[in-house]
């Protein structure tokens, strides 16, 4: 089966393609406004994009009225957020700060979530967090009716036990994170894994 995006299936494109690519990784991306209120969002249109320099990007979109979503217009006004990354544990937190709320007010409160301070970027990070990449916006693009925000990476926050200090990596065993599913409200856990090695 063949599915052109261009004409029978444009109007379908987000919820086949999100269903497909899959799983995602989630930002639950904070940010700041210029009156200092916090924002937090879940985009699972993120990535990594490279590590030299190293930079991500997520696609924030924008509401029903076409009107760009509070992240988009606080990262046009600050060039800086903070990509919190989502566990087991605050999966449902997460869930609840895709709700939308009134210019200004914060989805930390709603879903009980801590704000920490952010080492070198005004936003804050999210205490509750596995792991927090503090960004500073390289720029955004927009491409038709998406619009992507490329960040460099200039801290990362990471729990103690999710890190090895000796040989400097991640623990794979232990940092269990979320994935993003089919479109609209599948999530997948990450702790079903296996290894291939790569051949030489």
């Not at 639950?28 to 590590?51: R, Y």
Request: glycine share 6%; net charge negative; charged share 25%.
């Amino acid at each position: 089966m063949e599915l052109n995006l261009e004409t029978d299936y444009a109007d379908r494109a987000y919820p086949i393609l999100a269903s497909l690519v899959t799983p995602r990784p989630i930002a639950l991306v904070t940010t700041i406004n210029d009156a200092g209120q916090v924002n937090a969002a879940p985009f699972s249109f993120f990535n990594l994009m490279g590590a030299n320099p190293p930079i991500c990007a997520f696609a924030p979109g924008d509401r029903d009225n076409g009107t760009p979503k509070d992240t988009a217009l606080n990262i046009r006004s600050g060039h800086e957020f903070v990509v919190n990354l989502v566990d087991e544990a605050i999966a449902e937190a997460m869930n609840q700060c895709a709700a939308s709320l009134p210019f200004g007010e914060s989805e930390l409160t709603r879903a009980g979530l801590t704000a920490a301070p952010s080492s070198v970027v005004k936003p804050p990070r999210i205490a509750e967090a596995p792991a927090s990449l503090e960004c500073v916006e390289w720029g955004t693009l927009q491409i038709g009716g998406n619009r992507m925000v490329i960040g460099l990476i200039k801290r990362i926050h990471i729990r103690d036990e999710y890190f090895d200090v000796e040989k400097k990596r991640v623990r794979p065993e232990k940092f269990l994170t979320i994935g993003r599913m089919a479109s609209p409200d599948w999530y997948c856990k990450t702790g079903d894994r296996f290894e291939m090695k790569r051949p030489h």
